[in-house]
């Protein structure tokens, strides 16, 4: 089964910062759209932020807006989120989503804490 790779998780202070990557395996293409989810304990899985291949629209939650920074680099088929001023209310399993021709792929999930 086909799953996107992420990386860069982990236990932060708050007000601290932590930078997630995504990548996509080589067989995949005509990506048309990556985003960040997030899952905290006991909640549903909630849209963070997108970010579209073609023009770089983004699109952020309102609880990230200002604080949160969603960028891609095509060529190598990767998705970032740079998150800074974390909270502890943004302790989550982050998940990174992609969009392409044959359907969504899911990353196997990122955990970050963020220490009070």
């Known amino acids: 089964q086909v799953q996107l790779v992420e990386s860069g998780g982990g236990l932060v ?18 990506i048309s759209v990556m985003g960040w989810y997030r899952q905290a304990p006991g909640k549903q899985r ?16 309102d609880f990230v807006k200002g604080r949160f920074t969603i960028s891609r680099d095509n060529a190598k088929k990767t998705v970032y989120l740079q998150m800074n001023s974390l909270k502890p209310e943004d302790t989550a399993v982050y998940y990174c989503k992609m969009v ?4 969504d792929l899911w990353g196997q999930g990122t955990q970050v804490t963020v220490s009070s």
């Open 13 to 30: 202070q708050a007000g601290g910062s932590l930078r997630l990557s995504c990548a996509a395996p080589g067989t995949i293409f005509m």
């Open 46 to 61: 909630e849209l963070v932020a997108v970010i579209t291949n073609v023009g770089g629209t983004t699109n952020y939650a």
């Open 100 to 103: 392409w021709d044959l359907g």
